[in-house]
């Protein structure tokens, strides 16, 4: 495993929230994915959402990113109070990353079933049964 990094929900204003973030930091963002960089028939996009952040990172040092999102309207506000974040794990490979999402996931709900994503890496997302939400992710590319 090559890093833990925290994986932040916004509701539209994700990148506000990065721009902030780079304010703080410094540095420049690897990656700004909009959700109309990724429509398609297999994966529709509304007008209103076309411009939001379907994934932005920010290095902080270390090897470590700070990457977030906006949450797509049909999937509900985020709760500012509650279910803000996720703990991602960048794997060394797919085999780490399925055993890794396998293993955690026991008990817990799938969100997101590990595979290829749409941003071009092999990830899955689930919800732990202490409730702990995660993203566990290969990255071939990296």
Do not use: C
Not at 18 to 23: G, P, R
Not at 41 to 53: A, H
């Amino acid at each position: 495993m090559t890093a833990i990094n925290p994986w932040i929900n916004f509701n539209g204003n994700a990148e506000e929230a990065f721009t902030f973030y780079k304010s703080v930091f410094g540095g420049d963002f690897t990656k700004v994915i909009r959700f109309k960089d990724l429509a398609s028939p297999e994966f529709p996009v509304r007008d209103i959402e076309e411009n939001k952040i379907m994934l932005i990172t920010l290095p902080i040092g270390g090897g470590n990113m700070l990457i977030g999102n906006d949450v797509p309207e049909v999937m509900g506000k985020v709760s500012e109070n509650e279910n803000r974040s996720k703990i991602h794990l960048n794997a060394d490979n797919k085999e780490e990353a399925e055993k890794i999402f396998n293993g955690l996931s026991i008990g817990g709900q799938v969100e997101g079933a590990i595979g290829e994503s749409p941003w071009g890496t092999y990830a899955g997302m689930f919800r732990d049964k202490y409730g702990i939400e995660w993203i566990v992710e290969f990255n071939a590319n990296k």
